[in-house]
């Protein structure tokens, strides 16, 4: 799991996503649709909805923060925020 004060750099891929002059941190999204193991789920991130994924073995229920680490094509890969 990851710490609640890491904040690993923004990809390249992520990048194109933030507005400019953003900081080179991780933002943080919303979920609004279920994340299973295996399965896509939904986020809500900057006011818009995208189907994302959690590469762990985990279920991130609607509600949850999470973290947006990486973009693959129109999916976001999330990891959650630990409090």
């Known amino acids: 799991m990851s710490d609640p004060k ?3 750099q923004v990809t390249d891929r992520l990048q194109t996503l933030l507005p400019l002059g953003s ?5 943080t999204a ?11 789920g939904r986020i809500k991130f900057q006011g818009t909805w995208w189907f994302a994924r959690c590469e762990q ?3 991130l229920p609607s ?6 680490i990486d973009r693959e094509n129109l999916t976001l890969i999330v990891e959650p925020v630990i409090e």
């Open 23 to 27: 900081t080179n941190h991780i933002v």
């Open 30 to 40: 919303t979920v609004s649709e279920t994340i299973r193991p295996n399965h896509l």
């Open 57 to 59: 073995n985990i279920v």
């Open 6 to 8: 890491f904040s690993p």
């Open 63 to 68: 509600g949850v923060s999470v973290y947006v």
